[in-house]
């Protein structure tokens, strides 16, 4: 069971997320999360130093919790199809959804901080993207394909969509003919 101050942190967390996607990162202040989380200053900064600190907080949380993390299906021997189909439908979502996305505000993180944390955020997502391809391929569920060919469309399509939705509003059509698009590189044919 989670601690009080994890349990806090936790919250600070799941309600920045929500700030963070809304303002951007640069136009949050430590003094808007006290805000939205009725908290001292005393007791926020007990837990995040700054909204550096807290972002990437987020962003690490973000990137090992959700569906995009696949590794725990890989080793329980999930077929390669299945966690591919959770995925896509996972991405298609998020793009659908551009006022809950952070792709903007790590932009913006990306300008003001050093890079090296998104560096090492894109190499494991990376590696997590080909270590599924290659399960699929040597499962015979996917087709042999280039996996850092396809490794970089699936990336940068689909970050450049929930970047771009932010901006110029994407119709449902656009992101499952990206999805399907992934889903005939890996699998052929077409999926209806």
């Known amino acids: 069971m989670p601690t009080k101050g ?5 919250h600070i967390m799941d ?4 700030l963070f996607a809304e303002n951007g990162f640069k136009q949050v202040t430590m003094k808007d999360v006290c805000g ?3 908290m001292s200053r005393g007791g926020l900064y007990s837990h995040f130093s700054s909204t550096k600190e807290l972002f990437e907080a987020i962003l690490e949380r973000k990137t090992s919790t959700d569906e995009m ?7 329980n021997n999930v077929p390669a199809t299945t966690i591919l189909e959770n995925v896509l439908k996972h991405m298609e979502d998020e793009m659908n959804h551009p006022e809950d996305s952070l792709t903007a505000a790590i932009y913006e993180y990306g300008e003001v901080v050093d890079s090296q944390f998104m560096e090492t955020l894109n190499k494991k997502s990376i590696k997590r993207w080909s270590a599924l391809i290659k399960y699929g391929i040597k499962n015979g569920e996917f087709q042999d394909v280039d996996v850092d060919e396809v490794v970089n469309i699936i990336l940068y399509s689909y970050q450049g969509v929930r970047m771009w939705s932010r901006i110029v509003p994407m119709k449902k059509k656009v992101t499952k003919s990206i999805t399907d698009h992934i889903r005939s590189q890996l699998i052929g044919g077409k999926n209806d």
Request: glycine content about 0%.
């Open 36 to 38: 939205i989380t009725d």
């Open 15 to 18: 309600v920045s997320y929500a």
């Open 69 to 75: 993390n696949f590794e725990q299906d890989i080793k």
């Open 6 to 10: 994890e349990q806090t942190r936790e």
